[in-house]
């Protein structure tokens, strides 16, 4: 084989790859936004085969082959091409051991799945989501097997959506964190609350989606590339650096659901437009891992959207959108009301501080359920118990308890720990950016740019032609837990005066 | 090979064919609903690339063999199984001539051509259009060789929408509409027109989607498979019998052109809903033809939608959506209304009578580009002659002329004829209808059921199942115009009191 046809079957594949999930990234969002409600059926048989060719295509021998060729001819690729054989070599080796049947019957449950979650949470039924959940959990961790057979089977899991990342380093991040909240937490549990009623009245969602557009052209989201839509989970979706799309879900008696969901969708989204053109159609697009990606979308959310400077830029438009429920509120009380604390159910409700330990219960449950210690279908008895010992709280139902997130009806089992070491990654990228950058001013006068400027500096524009540790290093230095914690604790100090 | 094998074989073909079909329809929908605007490159890139792995799926000689195998044992396969065999044969051999580069750059280009034909028609700019529509003349004219290098290319595209379709028959067939309805039209034009000014008050679009899931729920239209929302031209989009999506399109200042979109996209939907679920997922899946799809669709629209018993069983609750608009209107004048006919520009807007005038001005523009009597740059021109010749008006600008209609920028060239044949076999369908059941008194009492009934007995349910001759036999015995031409002359002669 010649170098150069090698390098154009590289192209061709990773093409295909694309085009394929264009497909199901399509059927998807149709699935959660338009579709008829009786229609899963027909849609599985075709995701379970676009699934299954697919895999063929990357599974193919052939491929491994290729791959093993241009491994030999390292020295002589570009850098970006060494990335993407390094990326393919990573996603061959794991694809590769899943068998194709497995594959596609998992394909298929995964649909199933979505739509059987969606009934079950509405009719609070986990009994009925129950055995798919039960062959969900069962489909991981046979795959963690393949994996990586000589690693415990959830720290394969974990080091799929974030490598290397093990249980071992995550007891002791969760330890820390732990640690350092859990007595700013205790200490606000004895003070007066904050009054966020306010922020309960009714808000007319037409309204809201007013709002939802002025949030992102605040943020500076190029609405001919990316709209936004209502699914019951909010969620981004990213078809290529041209076109991406995110959701939100209305409340009529919560404004402050959808506004920060449209401002972490958005930072998600935000990621996703700016990275450079040149990595578009290879396994390089999109955001270069799941905590990075959600270092990004936390980052809009809460060390800008929860900022007094941002919360004083948008105030006095936002009373123009909901005159009334706002008229005798100032924007310091805005602030302080979307910055309440509470020992809370609903994890994407959850406030900067208590947010870890909603993570940290989910992580506690995959890790005893992966590991055999604990049955899917005492996952809602775990789940309360849980939630009582680190929030303090009874959960009413399992709507509000162990339905409530979409993940592992998408078989995302190992991926929320993203979410909080994302958090963590955030509060020390702010730190760096202050340094680099002075960009409260702008911030109070509702201009974005130079926050956004420095992270698709050091975060961005990479996509996935940096690896997440390096991507992590240029724009964190060395990762440091404490920075996110001490951010926690004062913020949480001067809001509470404690 | 066995010939066990052979079938498996066979409907794992039909399936994939189908889940690509799906993949291809998911990611169109989603660009004509919600996609931001500057998004067709990267779709187009996916939609090439998914167009060349289905094509490479179906085009493979091996599928020739194992088609030739099965013909071979023709004897052995149940009736379904040899229509599956006929009519993938068919296609086989139309497909498999067209060169597997060429059919992924038409595919680009129908996706490109549908972005700038929507610009296009907005801004009323025909010259940017111009290249990307001579581009697919070209690409139909060179398909149409590959089809049937003998037949005259236009026979050759007309037989691909319509099988055995020709010039000569479609020449024949307008002559006599013309001969029978041009007088009728003139007679018209010397009468007092009927007053229809009240359809173009202000009717307001949330009202106006109000009504349309009134209208949907008339027809008996099962909303928990079939969905409707909202594009520039409206159009059906089926996946399988379970899973079907109508569009519609509304207008502030016209209710009645929202109103028989719906009841017309709400006809073609009937058809794939009450298709049989034995052929899903097998080529016999979805309406047999385009005709027999539009004798469907132009029935419940006009035969039924425009019928005065009718509008007297749905005039009272429409009254409830728009009671200002209404209030001083009865059914009957509602009836006249609906029935006025004009010499008008916009084919999807057009009166029953004039409808087969506009179909012949697109025929015999097609007729001529692509027998080379006509440059693509002089259609705008040669169409506001037609129409100034056969319906007497002077059309404005192109974007209410040759602009209007979507087809050709997706690539559509011959199917317009099945619009008028379709109008034509619904009439004959309608005639033997009555013979069989009295429909009338129930469709008074606004239940579509025995109309339906008979409908999805003659032809609904068989799908493909049956050839479109046979269907067509089976719903109207030996096809005979002059039954929808006596239907037309009856009903504008009562109308105008000719």
């Given at each position: 084989m010649e170098l150069k046809e090698a390098l154009e079957q590289l192209s061709l594949l990773q093409k295909k790859m694309y085009a394929y999930n264009v497909a199901s990234s399509s059927i998807y969002l149709d699935a959660v936004t338009v579709a008829p409600s009786d229609t899963a059926e027909g849609r599985g048989e075709a995701l379970g085969i676009l699934a299954g060719e697919s895999h063929k295509l990357f599974a193919d021998p052939a491929v491994g082959e290729l791959l093993a060729f241009l491994r030999e001819h390292k020295q002589e690729l570009t850098q970006l091409q060494a990335r993407q054989v390094e990326e393919l070599s990573r996603s061959y080796r794991q694809l590769s051991v899943i068998p194709q049947d497995e594959y596609m019957e998992y394909a298929k449950l995964t649909n199933e799945a979505d739509a059987v979650w969606h009934k079950a949470k509405e009719t609070n039924d986990f009994a009925l989501f129950c055995p798919y959940l039960e062959k969900m959990f069962a489909f991981n961790r046979k795959f963690a097997g393949y994996y990586?057979?000589?690693?415990?089977p959830y720290d394969a899991l974990l080091s799929e959506y974030?490598?290397?990342?093990s249980m071992e380093y995550l007891d002791r991040f969760f330890g820390q964190v732990r640690e350092a909240l859990v007595p700013v937490i205790h200490a606000i549990n004895e003070k007066e609350q904050i009054d966020d009623s306010f922020l309960h009245q009714h808000y007319p969602i037409d309204a809201q989606r007013k709002f939802s557009d002025y949030l992102m052209e605040v943020m500076g989201l190029d609405r001919t590339h990316c709209t936004i839509g209502e699914t019951e989970h909010p969620f981004t979706l990213n078809f290529n650096n041209k076109d991406v799309r995110i959701t939100t879900h209305y409340l009529e008696d919560n404004v402050a659901s959808s506004m920060y969901s449209v401002i972490h969708e958005g930072g998600h989204a935000m990621y996703e437009l700016n990275?450079?053109?040149?990595?578009?159609?290879?396994?390089?697009?999109?955001?270069?891992s799941m905590s990075i990606h959600e270092s990004q979308s936390r980052f809009y959310e809460n060390l800008i959207g929860r900022s007094k400077p941002f919360i004083e830029a948008i105030f006095p438009k936002m009373q123009e959108f909901f005159p009334e429920q706002l008229k005798n509120v100032t924007a310091e009380q805005f602030y302080r009301a979307v910055n309440k604390a509470e020992l809370s159910l609903v994890r994407t409700e959850a406030d900067e501080l208590t947010y870890c330990l909603h993570v940290m219960i989910r992580y506690e449950i995959e890790k005893a359920v992966i590991g055999g210690k604990l049955e899917v279908r005492d996952i809602p008895a775990e789940w309360n118990r849980l939630y009582k010992e680190y929030?303090?709280?009874?959960?009413?139902?399992d709507r509000r308890g162990c339905l409530q997130d979409s993940h592992w009806s998408g078989g995302l089992i190992g991926y929320f720990p993203s979410y909080a070491l994302g958090s963590a990654y955030g509060a020390q990228m702010l730190r760096n950016m202050e340094q680099d950058v002075e960009i409260w001013p702008s911030v109070a006068a509702g201009d974005l740019s130079p926050v956004t400027g420095w992270l698709k500096e050091k975060v961005h524009r990479f996509g996935g032609s940096l690896t997440p540790a390096d991507v992590l290093k240029n724009a964190c230095g060395e990762f440091d837990p404490s920075i996110y914690t001490d951010y926690l604790v004062k913020k949480y100090s001067e809001l509470y005066q404690l």
């Amino acid at each position: 084989m010649e170098l150069k046809e090698a390098l154009e079957q590289l192209s061709l594949l990773q093409k295909k790859m694309y085009a394929y999930n264009v497909a199901s990234s399509s059927i998807y969002l149709d699935a959660v936004t338009v579709a008829p409600s009786d229609t899963a059926e027909g849609r599985g048989e075709a995701l379970g085969i676009l699934a299954g060719e697919s895999h063929k295509l990357f599974a193919d021998p052939a491929v491994g082959e290729l791959l093993a060729f241009l491994r030999e001819h390292k020295q002589e690729l570009t850098q970006l091409q060494a990335r993407q054989v390094e990326e393919l070599s990573r996603s061959y080796r794991q694809l590769s051991v899943i068998p194709q049947d497995e594959y596609m019957e998992y394909a298929k449950l995964t649909n199933e799945a979505d739509a059987v979650w969606h009934k079950a949470k509405e009719t609070n039924d986990f009994a009925l989501f129950c055995p798919y959940l039960e062959k969900m959990f069962a489909f991981n961790r046979k795959f963690a097997g393949y994996y990586d057979a000589d690693k415990a089977p959830y720290d394969a899991l974990l080091s799929e959506y974030e490598r290397g990342l093990s249980m071992e380093y995550l007891d002791r991040f969760f330890g820390q964190v732990r640690e350092a909240l859990v007595p700013v937490i205790h200490a606000i549990n004895e003070k007066e609350q904050i009054d966020d009623s306010f922020l309960h009245q009714h808000y007319p969602i037409d309204a809201q989606r007013k709002f939802s557009d002025y949030l992102m052209e605040v943020m500076g989201l190029d609405r001919t590339h990316c709209t936004i839509g209502e699914t019951e989970h909010p969620f981004t979706l990213n078809f290529n650096n041209k076109d991406v799309r995110i959701t939100t879900h209305y409340l009529e008696d919560n404004v402050a659901s959808s506004m920060y969901s449209v401002i972490h969708e958005g930072g998600h989204a935000m990621y996703e437009l700016n990275i450079d053109d040149d990595v578009q159609y290879t396994c390089l697009a999109g955001g270069v891992s799941m905590s990075i990606h959600e270092s990004q979308s936390r980052f809009y959310e809460n060390l800008i959207g929860r900022s007094k400077p941002f919360i004083e830029a948008i105030f006095p438009k936002m009373q123009e959108f909901f005159p009334e429920q706002l008229k005798n509120v100032t924007a310091e009380q805005f602030y302080r009301a979307v910055n309440k604390a509470e020992l809370s159910l609903v994890r994407t409700e959850a406030d900067e501080l208590t947010y870890c330990l909603h993570v940290m219960i989910r992580y506690e449950i995959e890790k005893a359920v992966i590991g055999g210690k604990l049955e899917v279908r005492d996952i809602p008895a775990e789940w309360n118990r849980l939630y009582k010992e680190y929030l303090g709280v009874d959960v009413p139902d399992d709507r509000r308890g162990c339905l409530q997130d979409s993940h592992w009806s998408g078989g995302l089992i190992g991926y929320f720990p993203s979410y909080a070491l994302g958090s963590a990654y955030g509060a020390q990228m702010l730190r760096n950016m202050e340094q680099d950058v002075e960009i409260w001013p702008s911030v109070a006068a509702g201009d974005l740019s130079p926050v956004t400027g420095w992270l698709k500096e050091k975060v961005h524009r990479f996509g996935g032609s940096l690896t997440p540790a390096d991507v992590l290093k240029n724009a964190c230095g060395e990762f440091d837990p404490s920075i996110y914690t001490d951010y926690l604790v004062k913020k949480y100090s001067e809001l509470y005066q404690l």
